[in-house]
Antibody, heavy 126, light 107 residues
Framework: EVQLVESGGDLVQPGRSLRLSCGASGFTVDDYAMHWVRQAPGKGLEWVSGIGWNSGSIGYADSVKGRFTISRDNAKNSLYLQMNSLRPEDTALYFC???????????????????WGQGTLVTVSA | DIQMTQSPSSLSASVGDRVTITCRASQTIDTYLNWYQQTPGLAPKLLIYAASSLQSGVPSSFSGSGSGTHFTLTISSLQPEDFATYYCQQSYSTPLTFGGGTKVEIK
């Protein structure tokens, strides 16, 4: 059974940093791209970032570019999101999601999020 | 960026009703369109990928159609467990974007 378990969410002050983790099991992590998708309280879904199977392809939403860094450690079956210079508008439930393909492709990529974790809550407030 | 617009934003329906949700893209995305279902407090669940392909394990009461800029998700006979929020997502280009969601409520 595929499982994705996020951790690291917390209450932090604006301008501070936080690192999220996602542990994966039940599938060969090396074969697939992985993503972070967030959902602000009472709002819709927003793609944050994605990373290819060998970290050779990476993409970010404009809203987090230059502040967030995605990474992965296939040996540890883990995905990470380093979040710096946090803002109140980054407050959200952060989901880890598995892709059906291996890479982040800028055009005609066909990304499909076929498995999701339950999310970890990040609250940015003074 | 490709903007995805869903309509309606919410609807009320009864068990057994046929429900159709529309998703429009701001530019052509061929059939690079996926649909997800989210029940309150839970993670989203993939229903339909590539506009019309049913994800394994999803009831056949769900179907998707469309190409280019206009897409639809249809539930042929609404069941109690189908009351949820539905999102479309384009996978044509990054940044990947979602529609605003359609909340299906019990009438």
């Amino acid at each position: 059974e595929v499982q994705l378990v996020e951790s690291g969410g917390d209450l932090v002050q604006p301008g501070r940093s936080l690192r999220l983790s996602c542990g994966a099991s039940g599938f060969t992590v090396d074969d697939y791209a992985m993503h972070w998708v967030r959902q602000a309280p009472g709002k819709g879904l927003e793609w944050v970032s994605g990373i290819g199977w060998n970290s050779g392809s990476i993409g970010y939403a404009d809203s987090v570019k230059g502040r967030f860094t995605i990474s992965r450690d296939n040996a540890k079956n883990s995905l990470y999101l380093q979040m710096n210079s946090l803002r109140p508008e980054d407050t959200a439930l952060y989901f880890c999601a598995k892709d059906v393909g291996p890479d982040i492709v800028v055009v005609l990529g066909g990304t499909v999020f076929d498995q999701w974790g339950q999310g970890t809550l990040v609250t940015v407030s003074a | 960026d490709i903007q995805m617009t869903q309509s309606p934003s919410s609807l009320s329906a009864s068990v057994g009703d046929r429900v159709t949700i529309t998703c429009r893209a701001s530019q052509t995305i061929d059939t690079y369109l996926n649909w997800y279902q989210q029940t309150p407090g839970l993670a989203p669940k993939l229903l339909i990928y590539a506009a019309s392909s049913l994800q394994s394990g999803v009831p056949s009461s769900f179907s998707g159609s469309g190409s280019g800029t206009h897409f639809t998700l249809t539930i042929s006979s609404l069941q109690p467990e189908d009351f949820a929020t539905y999102y479309c997502q384009q996978s044509y280009s990054t940044p990947l974007t979602f529609g605003g969601g359609t909340k299906v409520e019990i009438k």
